[in-house]
């Protein structure tokens, strides 16, 4: 499920949405989806998941077909996944991570289900926010990182998920930004490429979980653009046109759309301008009117 977001994703931020077979997709999501739970899986006959719920809700989004979505029994399956302290188990054997806080409350917000107006008081608003947000900020670490869990080593892609969360429940202005965009930026590395973590090989995938963290904070010009951007175009392979981890490695469908999507973001010419908060086309965000908090 989380392939055919990152191909779709793809395709409609380098234009080329018309090239799908709308139907394919949609058929897809429906075998995927588990009507007792509400949720989706990787693939047919697999369990639910909430990170599949979240790509099979994206893909949905960016065809147009949100509406077709059993939204009532999303809801449900996303709130069943919360536990007392606000953090989100991944599905019902109950791994916690705070990937799953951020695919929970995209998921409610992509549907139109996620309330953050004290004065709305819709009963369907779905999981206890509050909580949330307190078990997201308690994983932000001594050196202005987040992991998976509080006490968690710092890591990109966690950031990207736990600063993903506030920007899209609007509550970036609750952390540390200038630390935060201060350990970003240190992670690049001299050949322009940026990595996940202190010590680690550059990674394009991390030009995404790094770049799309400093745009919603508001600090893009903490890194050497130019750099970051000739380190991924030097890992697109000439042949097949995708994107690899580094230059000389095999490309892949994951870092094919993580680096697309960074060079969006770094203002490529020719591609559709992505949301850093859902890594999806903004022009999708916009028409269902959802709304995220990037810092200027
Ligand atoms: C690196 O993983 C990336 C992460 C931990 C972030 C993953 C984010 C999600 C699943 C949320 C949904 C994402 C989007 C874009 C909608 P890794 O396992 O490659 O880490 P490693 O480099 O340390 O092995
Ligand atoms: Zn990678």
Request: with cysteine; glycine share 8%.
């Amino acid at each position: 499920m989380s392939g055919m977001y990152w191909v779709l994703t793809t395709l409609a931020v380098a234009k080329k949405l018309d090239t799908v077979q709308r139907d394919q997709f949609l058929d897809f999501i429906d075998e995927c989806w588990d009507s007792s739970s509400g949720g989706y899986s990787a693939c047919p006959g697999h369990d639910p998941h909430i990170l599949y719920t979240l790509s099979a809700v994206q893909i949905a989004a960016t065809l147009d077909a949100i509406e077709r979505l059993p939204s009532d029994d999303i809801v449900r399956y996303v709130r069943s996944l919360q536990n007392p302290d606000g953090s989100f188990a991944g599905d019902r054997w109950g791994e916690v991570d705070t990937r799953f806080s951020f695919c929970a409350v995209a998921t409610l917000a992509l549907l139109g289900r996620l309330h953050l107006d004290d004065n709305d008081n819709d009963t369907d608003n779905s999981i206890d926010l509050e909580s949330a947000v307190r078990f997201v900020l308690s994983c932000q670490n001594f050196d202005g990182g987040f992991g998976s869990r509080p006490n968690a080593e710092s890591h990109a892609g966690l950031i990207y998920c736990c600063v993903g969360f506030l920007s899209v429940v609007r509550r970036l202005a609750s952390i540390d930004g200038d630390t935060l965009a201060w350990w970003l930026s240190e992670r690049q590395l001299p050949s322009g490429g940026l990595n996940g973590r202190p010590e680690k090989l550059p990674d394009v995938c991390y030009s995404w979980w790094v770049i799309s963290s400093l745009t919603m904070l508001g600090r893009q010009r903490w890194i050497d653009s130019d750099r970051l951007k000739a380190y991924i175009l030097a890992s697109q392979d000439v042949e097949t046109g995708g994107f690899s981890d580094r230059p000389g490695d095999l490309p892949d469908p994951f870092h094919t759309v993580f680096g697309v999507a960074a060079l969006s973001l770094l203002g490529e010419p020719g591609l559709l301008q992505v949301s850093p908060t859902f890594c999806m086309p903004q022009q999708v965000i916009d028409r269902l009117g959802v709304t995220s908090q990037i810092l200027s």
